[in-house]
């Protein structure tokens, strides 16, 4: 029986390492109270993030039965009021840091690769003081196409100096999981994330864990 043993790790943002659903819920609620639309929902914003800014902005003005031509001036609304809130309703998930701690003691590199752009992304990490455990932080606008394309991916794989087929991916949704399993790299989803409002458990990978601590190593591949 063959063991794979990961060389570097990659892993997902939101939904991952940290619970910003209540960002991404008020941060919508400024927007489209600036627009004079309704709110939206907490189930609503946690079914339609892990697609990046633009996605969730675009599906909720078809939500609240906006017109489309309105995007540019909530995007752009949007990004002002996500870079004011950024962390302030967000929090670690149980598990994370001693997760990483674990990572970190194997040796391994690790890269964090969302869909979010990379601006408001490493702003996150820096207050939430996770910024020390990444050699490479990417975002949704780092390259050409974002998760589940693979070109992300592999591109951070490319950064970390590692191959795919040793590079584990950690995330939370289905997304993850398609960009991770079309480049090649191993999966680990974690259960306590946003996965578009469907069952985690449905999406294949290595490993489902409940927490980043409980992920297990030098398993039979
Ligand atoms: O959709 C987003 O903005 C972020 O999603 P991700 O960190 O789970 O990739
Ligand atoms: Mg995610």
Same mark, same amino acid.
């Given at each position: ?21 209540? $960002? *991404? ?16 929902? &907490?189930? @609503?914003? !946690? ?37 004011? #809130? ?9 598990? #994370?840091? !001693? ?6 003691? &194997? ?8 869909? =979010? ?8 990490? /820096?207050? =939430?003081?996770?910024? +020390?455990? @990444?050699? /490479?932080?990417?975002?949704? $606008?780092? *390259?050409?196409? =974002? ?10 794989? !490319?950064?970390? +100096? ?15 999981? !398609? ?8 999966? #680990?989803?974690?259960?306590? +994330?946003?996965?578009? +409002? ?14 980043? $601590?409980?992920?297990? @190593?030098?398993?039979?591949?």
């Amino acid at each position: 029986m063959t063991h794979t043993t990961p060389r570097a790790c990659i892993l997902d943002l939101d939904g991952t390492l940290v619970d910003t659903l209540g $960002d *991404f819920v008020a941060v919508l609620g400024l927007t489209l109270a600036d627009l004079g639309l309704p709110a939206v929902g &907490r189930d @609503f914003v !946690e079914h339609t993030i892990g697609r990046g800014g633009e996605n969730l902005v675009r599906q909720t003005l078809a939500h609240v039965g906006a017109a489309p031509a309105l995007f540019e001036r909530a995007w752009a609304l949007y990004q002002q009021h996500y870079a004011a #809130v950024n962390g302030a309703h967000a929090a670690i998930y149980p598990g #994370v840091i !001693e997760g990483l701690d674990a990572l970190r003691a &194997r040796g391994l590199p690790l890269a964090v690769l969302t869909n =979010k752009p990379v601006a408001p992304a490493r702003e996150l990490l /820096q207050r =939430k003081g996770l910024a +020390g455990y @990444f050699a /490479q932080v990417f975002g949704g $606008d780092s *390259f050409a196409r =974002k998760k589940p394309d693979p070109l992300p991916l592999l591109k951070t794989c !490319e950064a970390l +100096g590692t191959p795919p087929s040793s590079t584990w991916m950690i995330g939370d949704s289905r997304n993850d999981a !398609e960009a991770a399993h079309a480049a090649g790299c191993p999966v #680990v989803l974690v259960t306590y +994330g946003y996965n578009h +409002g469907e069952d985690i458990h449905a999406v294949a990978a290595r490993q489902h864990v409940a927490r980043l $601590d409980a992920i297990s @190593f030098d398993v039979p591949s």
